[in-house]
Structure formats: structure tokens, C-alpha cells
Nanobody, 128 residues
Framework: QVQLVESGGGSVQSGGSLRLSCAASGYTYIAWCMGWFRQAPGKEREGVAV???????NYAAPVRGRFTISHDNSQNTLYLQMNSLKPEDTAMYYC??????????????????????WGQGTQVTVSS
């Protein structure tokens, strides 16, 4: 059974940093797409950053240059380093994964329906 467990959220002031982690277990995909998504109250879930099993990454425009996604294959853990945080980054952050026949199927998709396994989320709050 696929399990994704996020951690690392918290409350920071504007300009601060946080590092989110997502410990993954229960799957042995040949190739995969993984990503971080966020959902603020009253808003739809949106893609933040994604990575595929070949290491290709894609970022949403609002976070490009501030956030960095990475994956530790030995630990099967996904990370999101968030710098220069802004109040508009406040949201529940989720990690997600989908197994695919080849990493090229990921195409850097930031669209939540692409992913079929989700964690429970970790809250990030940025105050001004």
C-alpha cells in the first residue's frame, strides 16, 4: 500500500525558509512522477513543483526561483526547499505520486488529476 507522509510545515515570517519532506513507501514503480501541491482555504489545489524519476523538474511560475524540489532515491523521500516565503504561500501542502511506464509520460505536469496517490498534507503559514 502506497504511503506518503509529509512533514516540515510550520509558521514563519515573510522572507523565511522551510523545508518540507515527504517519506514515501509501499511502491516499486519502474518510473514515477512526484510533486508538491498546495491548497489555500477557498481555493483549488494547485501544482507547486514536480520531479520525475529521471530528475526532470518543473515549477509553477509563482514559486520559480524561490522553491527547489529534490528526491533522495536512497531514502525514497521527496523534499521541497522553500526560500523567500511570502504570505501568499500560506496553504496546506501535499505530496503526490503516480507510477508511469516511462518518465517521459510525466511531461512536467503540475495538474493534480495526473497524480493518484496523495499524502495527508502539512500546513505552511507565512505571516507578514
Amino acid at each position: 500500500q502506497v504511503q506518503l507522509v509529509e512533514s516540515g510545515g510550520g509558521s514563519v515570517q515573510s522572507g523565511g525558509s522551510l523545508r518540507l519532506s515527504c517519506a514515501a513507501s509501499g511502491y516499486t514503480y519502474i518510473a514515477w512522477c512526484m510533486g508538491w501541491f498546495r491548497q489555500a482555504p477557498g481555493k483549488e489545489r494547485e501544482g507547486v513543483a514536480v520531479i520525475d524519476s529521471n530528475g526532470n523538474t518543473n515549477y509553477a511560475a509563482p514559486v520559480r526561483g524561490r522553491f527547489t524540489i529534490s528526491h533522495d532515491n536512497s531514502q525514497n523521500t521527496l523534499y521541497l526547499q522553500m526560500n523567500s516565503l511570502k504570505p501568499e504561500d500560506t496553504a496546506m501542502y501535499y505530496c503526490a505520486v503516480v507510477g508511469v511506464p516511462s518518465a517521459r509520460y510525466c511531461s512536467g505536469s503540475l495538474d493534480p488529476p495526473t497524480y493518484n496517490r496523495w499524502g495527508q498534507g502539512t500546513q505552511v503559514t507565512v505571516s507578514s
